[in-house]
């Protein structure tokens, strides 16, 4: 085990499957000499060569087309959008076309493409560079997604998500990409669709995932000193969803708080909510579901503004005392 940043195990689980395999090859803006927008490709155009790390021009509807494309042929393209929120480009690409094409032709073809982008705000990028944007992919049939929170998660999440035959949205949330944790030297995956407990608590469960994940632990072991016990449910895959994790941490607890960065209003954590409430679990619960996340406004470019916007161990503490 050594400890390496979350930025480092996303390259390194790209450059592990790219030696494993000669069909996975690496494309988008400024992945190349510069190493990426943030940093996480590093190196990557020395070992693999221009015709594997292929810079791309600035047009999102050409080179996801493309990616699309090359899947469909036997490639096993990783497309990387340096903001998620550029899927406002090339959404026809995805919705449309990489998500429908296996189902149109009746399981003919495969589209294994991972779409990497980095997510969500907290650096000050302002409206158009800082959204969370998850609930828009996982309203569409055919798309997975995954958002995982630890560079542990990331590495294992990201080679499986590469080996699968379905496109894969994979969020990486930018304030998580210096974070540093233990990952082993050898190789593993993490199977997608599987939840992880990353605080096992009794009195309340907060499902989380992302970036809040830590401020959500955080927040739990302040409470802990106070003799409150929460668990702290990491979702890491969002399409499939662990539904089953989900509910029986909602039958032990009996009390629920979902926090997510995204816009609360419709946003992923009303289909949790939704889960639970349809399940017989809801009549085991003792307060009604609570559910922290963004305001409803376009991100500010200022700091202390933008802060204000998005979830604080404040308002999520707020949130579990009033559920117990």
Same mark, same amino acid.
């Given at each position: ?50 015709e594997r790390v292929r810079e ?7 080179? /996801?087309?493309?990616? /699309? ?44 493409? /991972? ?72 190789a593993y995956t993490i199977p ?60 032990? #607890? ?23 409430? #349809? ?43 009033? #559920?117990?």
């Open positions: 085990m050594r400890e390496i940043t979350y930025a480092e195990a996303v390259r390194e689980a790209m450059c592990e499957e790219m030696r494993r395999d000669e069909n996975v090859f690496f494309m988008g803006e400024d992945i190349g000499v510069y190493g990426g927008a943030f940093g996480v490709s590093e190196g990557m155009l020395r070992e693999f060569g221009a791309t021009p600035i047009s999102e509807t050409a080179f /996801v087309g493309a990616g /699309v494309g090359a899947a469909l042929m036997g490639m096993r393209p990783i497309v990387e959008l340096m903001f998620s929120d550029f899927i406002s480009v090339c959404i026809d690409q995805i919705i449309n076309q990489a998500a429908k094409l296996r189902f149109l032709l009746g399981g003919a073809v495969s589209v294994p493409l /991972v779409l990497r982008a980095a997510a969500g705000g907290g650096t000050g990028a302002a409206a158009q560079h800082s959204q969370s944007l998850e609930s828009l992919y996982t309203n569409i049939p055919g798309l997975k997604v995954v958002a995982p929170s630890t560079p542990y998660d990331a590495k294992g999440l990201l080679k499986s998500a590469i080996r699968d035959n379905n496109p894969v949205i994979f969020l990486e949330q930018k304030k998580l990409y210096r974070v540093k944790d233990w990952v082993p030297e050898e997608l669709g599987r939840a992880d407990v990353k605080r096992a608590g009794e009195d309340v469960s907060v499902i989380t995932y992302g970036r809040m994940v830590r401020m959500c632990l955080d927040t739990a072991a302040k409470l802990a000193s106070e003799g409150i016990s929460a668990e702290v449910i990491d979702l890491r895959s969002l399409l499939p969803l662990d539904a089953d994790a989900i509910l029986r941490s909602v039958r032990k #607890t009996r009390r629920v708080v979902i926090v997510h960065e995204a816009v609360t209003f419709s946003g992923f954590g009303a289909e949790i909510a939704a889960r639970i409430a #349809t399940d017989e679990a809801l009549f085991c619960l003792k307060a009604p579901i609570k559910r922290v996340g963004a305001y409803s406004c376009p991100i500010p470019f200022s700091p202390m503004l933008e802060e204000s916007v998005f979830p604080t161990p404040d308002r999520i503490e707020a949130a579990i005392r009033e #559920t117990l």
